[in-house]
């Protein structure tokens, strides 16, 4: 069964604390990316990898970071320095950067 | 750097209704796809046009691309409670910038 996932679908943390989400796909994509979305707003790009072991910043990457070491994991932390961590935070996958982009269910974090 | 801009962001409509939103961008687009999101849901994938001047149809969906292809609308026929989502244009030139989508609510 192809597809993406995200882990966990909700997450809670408290403030100060860093945390990763996971973003796993087995559709053999070679550009994954990672999207804020804030309630009623659109979606914002953290950042994204075009191949492995290379990423590159999106629009809005200070305060997060990410690794690409296997092709289909993308994991994204958020840190501390981030001022405000509480969003939707969705996945997406592609086979390159030009190409439909498949979205996982996204993971919901609250920072208390 | 590029800007996908969409219009209205947020559109009431009677069931039954029609609905159109807006995409524009600040530069030419090798491409626009369009997505649609269910609320509580994750963007999902609904059309890809290419050509300057294309159009495409889904049932009551109309998608068009601009001859300049820097914008580009999306019209749903007959509203349903279906229908009810946010819909989001994303353009390339290189890596995919989304637009900041409209919300779209039907009354039933």
């Known amino acids: 069964d192809g597809g993406i996932t995200q882990s966990p679908k909700y997450l809670f943390r408290k403030e100060g604390q860093n945390v990763t989400l996971s973003c796993e796909q087995n559709?053999?994509?070679?550009?994954m990316y990672w999207y804020r979305q804030d309630p009623g707003q659109g979606l914002r790009l953290i950042y994204y990898s075009q191949i492995v072991n290379d990423f590159q910043k999106g629009d809005i990457a200070e305060g997060y970071s990410v690794s690409r070491e296997k092709k289909e994991s993308f994991p994204l932390t958020v840190t501390s320095a981030q001022k405000n961590p509480t969003a939707f935070y969705l996945c997406a996958s592609s086979i390159d950067t030009a190409k439909t982009q498949y979205f996982g269910p996204g993971t919901r974090l609250t920072v208390l | 750097g590029q800007q996908v801009m969409q219009i209205p962001q947020y559109q009431h409509v009677q069931e039954g209704e029609d609905f159109t939103t807006y995409c524009n961008s600040s530069t030419t687009l090798s491409n626009i796809q369009w997505y649609k999101q269910r609320p509580g849901g994750h963007p999902v994938f609904l059309i890809q046009?290419?050509?300057?001047?294309e159009v495409k149809k889904q049932k009551r969906l109309t998608f068009q691309f601009g001859e300049a292809k820097k914008n580009s609308s999306l019209h749903i026929t007959a509203t349903q409670t279906t229908d009810v989502g946010t819909y989001f244009c994303a353009g390339l030139p290189f890596v995919l910038t989304f637009g900041g989508g409209t919300r779209l609510m039907v009354k039933p």
């Open positions: 559709l053999n994509h070679d550009a």
């Open positions: 046009l290419v050509k300057s001047g």
